[in-house]
């Protein structure tokens, strides 16, 4: 199996621990986009459902290090942009946007 290159880009209101939050994400494999906000990249070897699990709860437990106001999330495996997903405060996970 080929890698999956991978691009996640956030839009996060009043993040309040940027940097705690972006140490979570390289612990976990990610890299941080140099000059732009809340983009980062990584690649997978997994399968496209692992490596879109591996994404949601990877961020997910890097906003639960920290306060936010809002998150919103896109991302693109190979290149292939997937469904936009928002982070539910209810249910504290991401839900894809219907």
Do not use: R
Not at 16 to 45: C, M, N, R, W
Not at 53 to 64: R, S, T
Not at 76 to 94: G, I, Q, R, S
Request: aromatic share 14%; glycine share 2%.
């Amino acid at each position: 199996m080929e890698n999956i290159e991978l691009i996640v880009i956030l839009e996060v209101e009043n993040l309040k621990d940027k940097e705690l939050f972006e140490k979570h994400l390289i612990k976990e494999g990610f890299q941080t986009v140099p000059q732009e906000e809340f983009v980062y990249t990584a690649s997978s070897s997994t399968t496209t459902f692992s490596t879109k699990a591996y994404i949601l709860e990877v961020f997910k437990k890097g906003l639960q290090k920290t306060e936010f106001d809002s998150c919103n999330m896109v991302f693109l495996l190979n290149e292939t942009p997937y469904p936009p997903y928002t982070y539910d405060k209810t249910t504290n996970d991401f839900e894809e946007v219907k």
